[in-house]
Each structure stands twice: as C-alpha cells, then as structure tokens.
C-alpha cells in the first residue's frame, strides 16, 4: 500500500538512472524557514521506494515541525529597536554585538563557544538588559544577580543556563574592561557570582557537574553484541567508541591517512562539530565539513587500537572501497574510515542516536544508581574499566582519553582510581 503523498515529496522513475539498477526516486523539495532542501534517494524496485518515501514523509513532517517552533520563538524574541540613547552613552546591546564580532566570532573562539554566547544573549540576556547603559552604578553585582537568580528564574530557565549566563557576562566584561574608556567601567560586576550565589531554595541539591556513567563489562558487550546483530552497519562506529574511548565527535572526522592498521595506531587529530556546521553554512559554506581541532586543540594524541577494533577496521576498510567502486568513483577512495548510506562521513546525527537508544531499550541498560544511558557513557565505559581491569596504568588511559596531565583523569574518575589504590592501612597492626 503506498504512502498519501504530500506535497513538496515526489516518487518518480527515471529510465536514465534504471540502466543502473535504481530507476526509482524519492525527491525531496522544499522551504523551511526561507532556505531549500532538496535531497533525494534511488532505489532498484518500487516497493523499496514506497518504503523511502514514507519514512521521508515523516522526516519532512519533523522537520516543517521545527521550523515552525523556531519561527515561533524567533517572532516571540523580536524586540522593537532601540530607542535613540543620549550622546555618549553606550547601551549594553551595543557592548554585546560588538564583544561577540570581534572576540567571539571564529577564529577567535571556537563555533561552539561563539554559538553558545550568542544563543544566551539572545534569548535571555538582551530582552532584559539591551537598554541598559554601560557604566559601574547600573551594571551592579546586586542587579546582575537579581537578573540571573530572580528575572530569569521566573521565565523558567534551568539552574545550568543561568550559571552559563553568569560565565557569558564574565566574558563580555572581562573584555569590555579593556577595551571600554577610563572610568565607564572599573570593575568585572559578574565575577564570581557562581551557583552558590544563583540558586534558588528548591535547586540546593542541584548538580551542575556531569557525573560518569560508565557501563559494566556485561553490559557494553551485550550493547555491541546487540548493535551488531541489529545495526551492523553501525557497530564498527560503536565498537571504537567503546575500546579507544575516543569523544563521539573525533570519530566521526577520523580518516585512513590517520590510522595505521599495521602497527595498531591512530592519531586523533580533528573532530565533528554541529555548532561548526551550522556557523560555517550561514557564513555561506554550503559544503561546510563542520570539522576542527580536537576539544583540547592538541595534535600528539595517538591511541593504540584492540586486537577487535584492527580486525573490524581491516573488514571495513575493503567493504567501503567495494562500496565506493559500485558507484562507480574510479580512481579515488573515501578518506573517512566511518561512512553513512551515502558514503559521506558518518555524523553523530539521528540514526546514530537512534540506535544507541534502541539497544539500551532493548537490553534495559541503565547505570548503577538507574540513571539512563547517552553515547558519552561509552567514553566513561572505556576509562572505568581500564582502571578497574587494572592492566593498564593511569597515565596511558589518560593519554588514550586526550587529557592533558593524569591529574585530569584522576579528578574525572577519582571514584574508580581510589577502589584499585593501594590500601595504605593493609598490614598495619595496631
């Protein structure tokens, strides 16, 4: 039975293509919120096709969703413009712009960085203090206090937002203090007003910081068991996040010039940002790769490989070149090691997701204390059970995790260092 069709979605056949044995398409062509997608899929048979196209319904029906919200949230930011300021008086809005144009804005801060600090000004910093004038006795610590733990609480932004707002205003006016002319602004006014000083009654017990989550040694063998049954074409991918511990971004950018099978090492050098993405398309790069420097930004990182991942990798390797050859790309070879359908580099996006969920559903995985699962665990999974295990010293496991000195690892997973440390009381009579 096929699928109601909908406009700006199209089933159609093609005799050009059907010498090639996918004669049926699935096009996509549409608007959302003012910029063309117009992707499209071939297929040998029609079912397949109809197939295609109803899960392509469904995808454009979440999409015009989303575009429809953000619309929505647009309109309800739309602020009249500013009212003309008296001579010489600079208004905080004008201090903001040009703080995110000129020490935010790539290559001076990361896109990510830059994204972020735009995103809390726009939707919780500016409606409130865009007018304000610059100067010591209006930027008050108790007036900045009272927008980050009163104003914005009642909007209902969560603890974690209003401290990122805080760390936001500490920028900006850490930078405005030398850029700004004597005597307008003598003091940073949101320094240290940390979350001890934002949180409301009921966000006491709170916790900011990310705690590990890491899986048992049972669970993620069952997790790629399971992927690999079900998901194949996505256990590779699962089983390097689990063995090398790498960030989900590293290796989604990884590429064969990087790794060498033979002597079981890789060298993480870039890794995938949807925030990278997303600046480098507005700034007009439609083909923007969204890559970069690793989060620490250091290029001596290698990591040694399992007997499993230099196994799979091998497999791998001449299953997308047969690939990339039945598409008839003579001549060349795909550069990353992990491939989606479509022979581009496989991004963290929903079917990753999607079936990282789908296992821990199917298996019921939850951690220790039942919190569910996210994709970060298994970087958690790889660290705790290094340690644990207890082959492996503390300084490799923080050089395979990127670190930069063990200290870091030791203060992340200090939970699992103290359970395999000697006991200095063993032994000891009293």
Not at 130 to 138: A, I, L, N, Y
Not at 194 to 219: C, F, H, K, W
Not at 266 to 287: C, M, P
Request: proline content about 5%; overall charge positive; hydrophobic content about 40%.
């Amino acid at each position: 039975m096929s699928a109601p069709r909908v406009p700006g979605i199209t089933l159609r056949f093609d005799p050009k293509r059907a010498t090639t044995g996918l004669g049926w398409g699935v096009f996509v062509d549409i608007r959302l919120n003012g910029k063309r997608h117009s992707p499209s899929k071939f297929f040998a048979t029609e079912e397949a096709a109809e197939q295609a196209y109803a899960s392509a319904v469904t995808t454009v029906a979440e999409l015009r969703a989303d575009a429809a919200r953000e619309a929505a949230l647009d309109t309800a930011l739309a602020i009249p413009p500013l009212p003309r300021a008296p001579k010489g008086t600079l208004l905080f809005e004008t201090l903001a712009l040009r703080w995110l144009e000129e020490a935010c804005k790539p290559p001076q801060k990361t896109a990510a960085t830059y994204m972020n600090y735009k995103g809390l000004l726009q939707r919780h910093l500016l409606p409130i203090m865009r007018t304000w004038p610059v100067s010591d006795e209006v930027l008050s610590k108790k007036r900045l206090k009272d927008v980050l733990k009163i104003d914005l609480h009642a909007k209902r932004v969560s603890l974690s937002t209003r401290v990122a707002c805080q760390r936001c205003l500490s920028a900006l006016f850490t930078w405005a203090l030398s850029e700004l002319p004597p005597k307008q602004l003598q003091i940073n006014p949101a320094l240290k007003l940390g979350s001890r000083l934002l949180r409301q009654a009921d966000e006491i017990d709170v916790r900011l910081r990310q705690e590990p989550n890491p899986m048992t040694r049972v669970q993620v063998e069952a997790f790629l068991a399971w992927q690999r049954t079900e998901r194949p074409e996505l256990y590779e991918f699962f089983l390097w996040l689990a063995d090398e511990g790498s960030r989900v971004g590293e290796v989604s950018a990884l590429q064969w010039a990087h790794v060498d099978l033979a002597r079981g090492k890789a060298h993480i050098l870039k890794s995938f940002s949807a925030a990278q993405r997303k600046f480098e398309r507005q700034q007009g790069d439609e083909d923007g790769c969204g890559e970069k420097d690793t989060k620490t930004h250091r290029s001596d990182q290698y990591v040694d490989l399992s007997d499993r991942v230099v196994e799979t990798l091998t497999a791998l390797k001449s299953a997308n070149l047969e690939r990339w050859m039945q598409r008839g790309r003579y001549g060349k070879q795909a550069t990353h090691v992990f491939l989606n359908g479509d022979l581009q580099p496989r991004r963290p996006d929903k079917s990753v997701y999607k079936a990282f969920r789908g296992a821990c559903h199917a298996l019921d995985l939850k951690g220790q204390t039942g919190k569910p699962f996210t994709i970060h665990c298994l970087r958690d999974t790889f660290a705790t059970l290094a340690i644990l295990e207890g082959k492996l010293d503390l300084g490799w496991v923080a050089m395979m995790l990127g670190h930069a000195t063990e200290e870091t690892l030791k203060a992340h997973y200090y939970k699992w260092v103290r359970l395999v440390a000697d006991n200095p009381l063993a032994g000891v009579k009293r």
